[in-house]
């Protein structure tokens, strides 16, 4: 249902841009299943410092991940214009945590760029790939691994 | 026809959990006649189920099973141990064989093939195999009164009577809601009885009134019972019928001899009686869902007190009857009462938010709004407590179930070893009940395998050579109480302990009370057993147990007495949806802490705070010493320990039965909150059972007490942390 996997094989996909500090990243739209504004999480004990914690999302408890800590580019300060991108990730539901959304890209595979090789831990874990779009370079994110494994491995 | 077939087999699985119920009984010597009657009656309905849906397999297990128990209903056999058991296992490969049948799956006779014999030889009389009468199951759609014939050789006392019944149904018998074929089965009841059905008064099709009655009966019965007992059965038919009794060359009654016998008869059992047994409303209702004879006629069975014969026995001092249901059911799909139990969740939610605003708005205690809102919060709960009720089963099919288990494995073992059942009418929610079945069948085949001896040793350590395993389940306290004992040999401690060191579990020199090495029973990758042998040893252990009861949100526990049998016990939530907790305040948020967990609320002084090694803290009540732990730097909330003179200690007892005082900074109030998962979008946290969503909108956490205080949460606090920096 959700499709992170950006090697799919249809031609052109959409994607939800946004910026982390001063970097740009996408996830494709069809993982994406609503955009909401910060609200306070409450923080769970012993929780990676990434996990801001937990909030209601109409019934449901969702896990608040600070992408710019997750991705090491230093926390991300909620303001009014912070936002919370609530994706599917395999069968959870996460909101992540963004300075905000700046775009939604249609592109196809085809323009999709393999990661510049860096000795970044950061981009090898979460960047699948880079678009060049107008001069700016946008990073497509892969989910996976965006929760702490003891998370995951409860699940 | 593919939901009348599915209705078929959910009233089979009614039908074989009353069997093996009145089985057990039997096995236990409680048979009285009601007993065998309803056993036999349930035989009879699969079969005649079976027999509409052209089941050939399961139609001949179940005849000659059933021929067996009318031997034994009409007193030509005695039910002996060795007989039950071969009872018991016809009834395993009964339900077997539904199950097999309901899911399309390839029947294979072999399987069955001993038992069958061993069953059929039950009614072979020195050799002969009795001639068995043809099957006649035609299922018709007309008439729910078409006779069923069950034919049985005539017993020859000297005291019988001969009947001659001519019984002709007027419509107004139909309409009244009376079925023909349950007059039939108590005349059956009474004696041996062959019924001839006249169908000469049938119209031709397009003449036919469908409210119209066209059958008549000639019953010929043989029996030792006076006249007005058999009258008896016609009693609530009076006049809605053209009736004649005849016997042993008695001249023909007179109509008017049968009012005066009836008003007799009735004049003998009281209204209540009548007013129960015509249910005309509950009947209507299972005809109308079920358009299907076989299966309309079989529930009416389960239901109905019907006759006064039987309503004279089941008024006997006996727990037997007792377990007839009389109340009328429907069947739901569960999806729709869990849709229900989730929008009453959000409901609740919803009102605690209404409340807190009319809070916020300040407005007086007496003005209408306050009290209107009152009215709904108290409402709110009925709702919850009714739609929690709707889902809460009672554990008896579970009970029933491990019977079976514990028939398996002790003959797979080859030891003697008898389920006894108490509290089965507990009721706990659905989703217990399911989910508690794999850990209960894991330690029952442990309990039978590890914990009974075998009958050589149990008989040189004195005891019965017969095991007992008893299952029990009480309600305590807001949760249910479900207890696993054994008359076995109990846990052979230094068995245990040196299996622990050999597997690198335990340090060699560690020093161990008894109650700790009985629980290293629940460490992952224990198992006693020398050989991993098929039943006990299927890659689960005791920790998978213990996992699963944990999972939902129980506790579990251990006791054994060397050569007396061990005792697991379990203490589980009556539902998993909602929770009566305490809300507190620690470092600015708020936590709930479940109140069954909660013994005493402590303002704690200065002076019963005393320090116990380097950074342990220990509180007096009354004089004995508790741990002392400070929920907010436990969870990580804040670094330095808050000042108990500032704080409340809350006094919890954890499942084992340990107390220690948690500190906190305040307490908010107690409620009623909604079990919100955590593990569905996050995980598991320790120290954290769950979370719920407070009036403003707000996600808390629900404290796992057992977990916050026991001695291995540092240990996952290392592993957490670990994690945290991986990935």
Same mark, same amino acid.
């Given at each position: 249902?959700?499709?992170?996997?950006?090697?799919?094989?249809?031609?052109?996909?959409?994607?939800?841009?946004?910026?982390?500090?001063?970097?740009?990243?996408?996830?494709?739209?069809?993982?994406?299943?609503?955009?909401?504004?910060?609200? =306070?999480?409450?923080?769970? =004990?012993?929780?990676?410092?990434?996990?801001?914690?937990?909030?209601?999302?109409?019934?449901?408890?969702?896990?608040?991940?600070?992408?710019?800590?997750?991705?090491?580019?230093? =926390?991300?300060?909620?303001? =009014?214009?912070?936002?919370?991108?609530?994706?599917?990730?395999?069968?959870?539901?996460?909101?992540?945590?963004?300075?905000?959304?700046?775009?939604?890209?249609?592109?196809?595979?085809?323009?999709?760029?393999?990661?510049?090789?860096?000795?970044?831990?950061?981009?090898?874990?979460?960047? *699948?790939?880079?678009?060049?779009?107008?001069?700016?370079?946008?990073?497509?994110?892969?989910?996976?691994?965006?929760?702490?494994?003891?998370? *995951?491995?409860?699940? | 026809?593919?939901?009348?077939?599915?209705?078929?087999?959910?009233?089979?699985?009614?039908?074989?959990?009353?069997?093996?119920?009145?089985? &057990?009984?039997?096995?236990?010597?409680?048979?009285?006649?009601?007993?065998?009657?309803?056993?036999?009656?349930?035989?009879?309905?699969?079969?005649?189920?079976?027999?509409?849906?052209?089941?050939?397999?399961?139609?001949?297990?179940?005849?000659?099973?059933?021929?067996?128990? /009318?031997?034994?209903?009409?007193?030509?056999? +005695?039910?002996?141990?060795?007989?039950?058991?071969?009872?018991?296992?016809?009834?395993?490969?009964?339900?077997?064989?539904?199950?097999?049948?309901?899911?399309?799956?390839?029947?294979?006779?072999?399987?069955?093939?001993?038992?069958?014999?061993?069953?059929?030889?039950?009614?072979?009389?020195?050799?002969?195999?009795?001639?068995?009468?043809?099957?006649?199951?035609?299922?018709?759609?007309?008439?729910?009164?078409?006779?069923?014939?069950?034919?049985?050789?005539?017993?020859?006392?000297?005291?019988?009577?001969?009947?001659?019944?001519?019984?002709?149904?007027?419509?107004?018998?139909?309409?009244?809601?009376?079925?023909?074929?349950?007059?039939?089965? %108590?005349?059956?009841?009474?004696?041996?009885?062959?019924?001839?059905?006249?169908?000469?008064?049938?119209?031709?099709?397009?003449?036919?009134?469908?409210?119209?009655?066209?059958?008549?009966?000639?019953?010929?019965?043989?029996?030792?019972?006076?006249?007005?007992?058999?009258?008896?059965?016609?009693?609530?038919?009076?006049?809605?019928?053209?009736?004649?009794?005849?016997?042993?060359?008695?001249?023909?009654?007179?109509?008017?001899?049968?009012?005066?016998?009836?008003?007799?008869?009735?004049?003998?059992?009281?209204?209540?009686?009548?007013?129960?047994?015509?249910?005309?409303?509950?009947?209507?209702?299972?005809?109308?869902?079920?358009?299907?004879?076989?299966?309309?006629?079989?529930?009416?069975?389960?239901?109905?007190?019907?006759?006064?014969?039987?309503?004279?026995?089941?008024?006997?001092?006996?727990?037997?009857?007792?377990?007839?249901? +009389?109340?009328?059911?429907?069947?739901?799909?569960?999806?729709?009462?869990?849709?229900?139990?989730?929008?009453?969740?959000?409901?609740?939610?919803?009102?605690?938010?209404?409340?807190?605003?009319?809070?916020?708005?300040?407005?007086?205690?007496?003005?209408?709004?306050?009290?209107?809102?009152? %009215?709904? @919060?108290?409402?709110?709960?009925?709702?919850?407590?009714?739609?929690?009720?709707?889902?809460?089963?009672?554990?008896?099919?579970?009970?029933?179930?491990?019977?079976?288990? !514990?028939?398996?494995?002790?003959?797979?073992?080859?030891?003697?070893?008898?389920?006894?059942?108490?509290?089965?009418?507990?009721?706990?929610?659905?989703?217990?009940?399911?989910?508690?079945? %794999?850990?209960?069948?894991?330690?029952?085949?442990?309990?039978?395998?590890?914990?009974?001896?075998?009958?050589?040793?149990?008989?040189?350590?004195?005891?019965?050579?017969?095991?007992?395993?008893?299952?029990?389940?009480?309600?305590?306290?807001?949760?249910?109480?479900? @207890? &696993?004992?054994?008359?076995?040999?109990?846990?052979?401690?230094?068995?245990?302990?040196?299996?622990?060191?050999?597997?690198?579990?335990?340090?060699? /020199?560690?020093?161990?009370?008894?109650?700790?090495?009985?629980?290293?029973?629940?460490?992952?990758?224990?198992?006693?057993?020398?050989?991993?042998?098929?039943?006990?040893?299927?890659?689960?252990?005791?920790? #998978?147990?213990?996992?699963?009861?944990?999972?939902?949100?129980?506790?579990?526990?251990?006791?054994?007495?060397?050569?007396?049998?061990?005792?697991?016990?379990?203490?589980?939530?009556?539902?998993?949806? #909602?929770?009566?907790?305490?809300?507190?305040?620690?470092?600015?948020?708020?936590?709930?802490?479940?109140?069954?967990?909660?013994? @005493?609320?402590?303002?704690?002084?200065?002076?019963?705070?005393?320090?116990?090694?380097?950074?342990?803290?220990?509180?007096?009540?009354?004089?004995?010493? !508790?741990?002392?732990?400070?929920?907010?730097?436990?969870?990580?909330?804040?670094?330095?320990?808050?000042?108990?003179?500032?704080?409340?200690?809350?006094?919890?007892?954890?499942?084992?039965?340990?107390?220690?005082?948690?500190?906190?900074?305040?307490?908010?109030?107690?409620?009623?909150?909604?079990?919100?998962?955590?593990?569905?979008?996050?995980?598991?946290?320790?120290?954290?059972?769950?979370?719920?969503?407070?009036?403003?909108?707000?996600?808390?956490?629900?404290?796992?007490?057992?977990?916050?205080?026991?001695?291995?949460?540092?240990?996952?606090?290392?592993?957490?942390?670990?994690?945290?920096?991986?990935?």
């Amino acid at each position: 249902m959700q499709n992170n996997d950006l090697t799919a094989n249809s031609a052109n996909n959409e994607f939800v841009a946004f910026r982390v500090g001063a970097q740009e990243f996408c996830v494709d739209i069809m993982g994406v299943r609503e955009i909401r504004g910060w609200t =306070p999480a409450t923080p769970l =004990p012993h929780a990676p410092s990434y996990v801001r914690g937990v909030i209601n999302l109409r019934g449901a408890v969702l896990p608040i991940v600070d992408l710019g800590l997750r991705f090491g580019l230093g =926390p991300t300060e909620p303001t =009014p214009r912070s936002v919370i991108i609530v994706v599917h990730i395999h069968q959870q539901v996460v909101g992540l945590l963004v300075d905000a959304v700046s775009d939604i890209l249609t592109s196809s595979e085809a323009s999709m760029q393999p990661t510049p090789d860096i000795a970044s831990d950061m981009a090898k874990t979460f960047v *699948k790939g880079v678009y060049a779009v107008d001069s700016r370079m946008i990073s497509i994110v892969t989910l996976d691994s965006v929760l702490p494994i003891s998370a *995951k491995a409860a699940a | 026809m593919a939901e009348i077939r599915q209705t078929f087999f959910q009233e089979c699985e009614e039908q074989l959990s009353e069997m093996e119920l009145g089985l &057990l009984a039997m096995d236990e010597g409680n048979a009285d006649s009601e007993t065998v009657n309803a056993v036999f009656r349930a035989v009879h309905s699969i079969k005649g189920g079976a027999g509409a849906f052209k089941l050939t397999e399961l139609v001949q297990f179940a005849h000659s099973f059933e021929t067996a128990l /009318d031997h034994v209903r009409s007193g030509k056999l +005695t039910p002996t141990p060795e007989m039950m058991k071969i009872m018991l296992r016809a009834a395993d490969v009964l339900s077997d064989l539904v199950e097999a049948s309901r899911d399309g799956r390839e029947i294979n006779e072999a399987n069955y093939a001993g038992i069958a014999a061993d069953v059929k030889a039950l009614t072979t009389v020195d050799g002969v195999e009795e001639v068995e009468e043809p099957i006649d199951f035609q299922p018709t759609v007309i008439d729910f009164g078409m006779p069923e014939l069950a034919i049985e050789p005539a017993p020859t006392a000297s005291d019988e009577h001969e009947y001659r019944i001519n019984f002709a149904p007027r419509p107004e018998l139909y309409a009244n809601a009376n079925e023909t074929i349950l007059i039939f089965r %108590e005349l059956n009841r009474l004696g041996a009885m062959q019924a001839t059905c006249d169908a000469s008064a049938v119209p031709a099709l397009d003449e036919i009134d469908p409210n119209g009655a066209y059958f008549s009966w000639a019953v010929q019965l043989k029996s030792d019972v006076e006249i007005a007992a058999v009258r008896e059965v016609f009693e609530f038919v009076d006049g809605e019928a053209d009736l004649t009794i005849e016997t042993d060359g008695q001249a023909e009654v007179s109509d008017a001899d049968i009012a005066a016998l009836l008003a007799q008869a009735l004049g003998t059992s009281p209204p209540a009686d009548e007013a129960n047994a015509s249910p005309a409303i509950a009947e209507t209702i299972s005809v109308e869902a079920e358009p299907e004879p076989v299966a309309a006629t079989s529930e009416a069975v389960a239901e109905e007190p019907v006759a006064p014969v039987q309503a004279v026995e089941s008024s006997k001092p006996d727990t037997k009857a007792a377990a007839i249901p +009389t109340q009328t059911t429907i069947r739901v799909e569960f999806d729709r009462v869990d849709r229900l139990i989730n929008l009453v969740g959000e409901l609740v939610i919803n009102q605690a938010m209404l409340s807190q605003r009319v809070i916020e708005a300040n407005f007086a205690g007496s003005s209408s709004v306050v009290i209107g809102l009152e %009215e709904l @919060e108290q409402l709110t709960r009925e709702i919850q407590e009714s739609v929690m009720a709707i889902r809460a089963q009672p554990v008896k099919p579970l009970f029933q179930r491990m019977s079976r288990m !514990v028939r398996e494995v002790a003959d797979a073992t080859g030891k003697e070893v008898k389920l006894k059942t108490e509290g089965e009418a507990t009721e706990v929610d659905k989703t217990v009940v399911e989910r508690l079945a %794999e850990p209960l069948t894991h330690m029952i085949r442990n309990a039978v395998d590890h914990g009974i001896e075998s009958p050589e040793v149990r008989l040189a350590a004195g005891k019965p050579a017969e095991g007992t395993v008893r299952l029990t389940a009480a309600h305590r306290s807001g949760r249910i109480v479900i @207890e &696993l004992s054994d008359d076995g040999a109990g846990i052979n401690r230094p068995k245990v302990r040196a299996s622990a060191i050999n597997k690198g579990l335990i340090p060699a /020199d560690m020093q161990l009370s008894d109650s700790d090495i009985d629980n290293l029973l629940f460490l992952p990758g224990f198992s006693t057993a020398a050989t991993i042998s098929s039943i006990s040893g299927r890659g689960v252990g005791m920790d #998978v147990v213990k996992r699963s009861i944990q999972a939902l949100g129980g506790r579990i526990s251990i006791s054994s007495r060397p050569g007396l049998g061990s005792t697991f016990s379990m203490s589980l939530p009556l539902t998993l949806a #909602v929770l009566d907790g305490m809300a507190v305040s620690v470092a600015g948020q708020t936590l709930v802490v479940p109140l069954t967990a909660i013994v @005493e609320t402590l303002k704690p002084k200065k002076s019963e705070v005393h320090g116990l090694g380097s950074d342990g803290r220990v509180m007096s009540i009354r004089d004995t010493f !508790v741990p002392l732990i400070d929920v907010g730097t436990q969870l990580g909330f804040r670094e330095t320990p808050t000042q108990p003179e500032n704080s409340v200690a809350l006094l919890v007892e954890t499942g084992g039965g340990a107390r220690n005082a948690l500190l906190v900074d305040s307490i908010q109030d107690q409620r009623q909150v909604v079990i919100k998962s955590l593990e569905a979008n996050y995980g598991t946290v320790a120290g954290i059972a769950a979370a719920t969503i407070l009036g403003d909108g707000r996600v808390a956490l629900i404290l796992d007490v057992d977990a916050l205080v026991s001695k291995s949460f540092e240990e996952t606090l290392v592993g957490e942390l670990h994690y945290g920096t991986g990935g």
